[in-house]
């Protein structure tokens, strides 16, 4: 029983490249983040959203694009990748706000 | 703006003996959670522990206990008989009622038999 899944684990593709992440969580959780590790480990949030509301938007490009179309669902589209954008991509969950978050097992971008 | 810092890049140590990790963080806000994450190679965030800051009882799982220091605003990891699967990248993270879970630099813990 995964509680939150992502899928690809790997994905590997070309500059300028359109892409998505799927991420799903069996918690029945209301809170749903999307965070970027970079090549130095270091994990920064890019978006949350609560109930389908987006609460957080980091500064990210606006070729990064979520979408939760329910609360147990939040994908991740990316537009015209770029090299700087490989990294690892991990989603996460949470019941309510100020409790730990559960993360899927990170999907890894490498864009070449 | 909410900072959490962790002064150790990388430590050691040997199996069964015990090491602490070191956090610190900053915030103007009252309530807040404090979480140990710990990253294995195989890339996996799992939770370590958890300690709410209304709380003045330090939090233990296991091997791992917290030294939360709420007015010096540190919050180390004690890890004690310490195992060779306790080797991973260790995070500290804050979080605050803006859902906005923030990480320290992390700390590259290896076990040595």
């Known amino acids: 029983d995964t509680a939150v899944s992502q899928t690809p684990k790997y994905l590997v593709t070309q500059m300028g490249n359109d892409k998505s992440i799927k991420c799903e969580q069996n918690?029945?959780?209301?809170?749903m983040y999307w965070y970027k590790q970079d090549s130095k480990k270091f994990l920064k949030i890019m978006f949350s959203?609560?109930?389908?509301?987006?609460?957080i938007n980091e500064t990210v490009p606006n070729r990064f694009s979520p979408k939760s179309p329910d609360k147990a669902h939040l994908n991740l589209h990316i537009n015209s990748l770029e090299l700087g954008d490989s990294a690892v991509y991990f989603c996460?969950?949470?019941?309510?706000?100020?409790?730990?978050?559960?993360f899927g097992q990170g999907t890894r971008l490498t864009v070449v | 703006a909410q900072t959490v810092t962790q002064s150790q890049p990388e430590m050691s140590v040997q199996e069964a003996e015990t090491v602490t990790l070191s956090c610190t963080y900053d915030?103007?806000?009252?309530?807040?959670?404090l979480f140990w994450y710990k990253q294995p190679p195989s890339r996996q965030m799992i939770l370590v522990i958890r300690?709410?800051?209304?709380?003045?009882q330090n939090a233990t799982e296991n091997r791992f206990s917290v030294n939360f220091q709420k007015a010096a605003k540190s919050f180390s990891l004690k890890i004690s008989d310490s195992q060779l699967g306790d080797t991973a990248m260790y995070f500290c993270?804050?979080?605050?009622?803006?859902?906005?879970?923030?990480f320290g630099e992390g700390t590259q813990l290896t076990v040595n038999p």
């Open positions: 996460a969950s949470s019941q309510v706000a100020r409790t730990e978050a559960f």
């Open positions: 918690l029945g959780h209301d809170t």
């Open positions: 959203y609560n109930n389908k509301e987006l609460i």
């Open positions: 915030t103007s806000e009252s309530n807040y959670y």
């Open positions: 300690q709410e800051a209304y709380k003045q």
């Open positions: 993270a804050f979080m605050t009622s803006g859902s906005r879970l923030t």
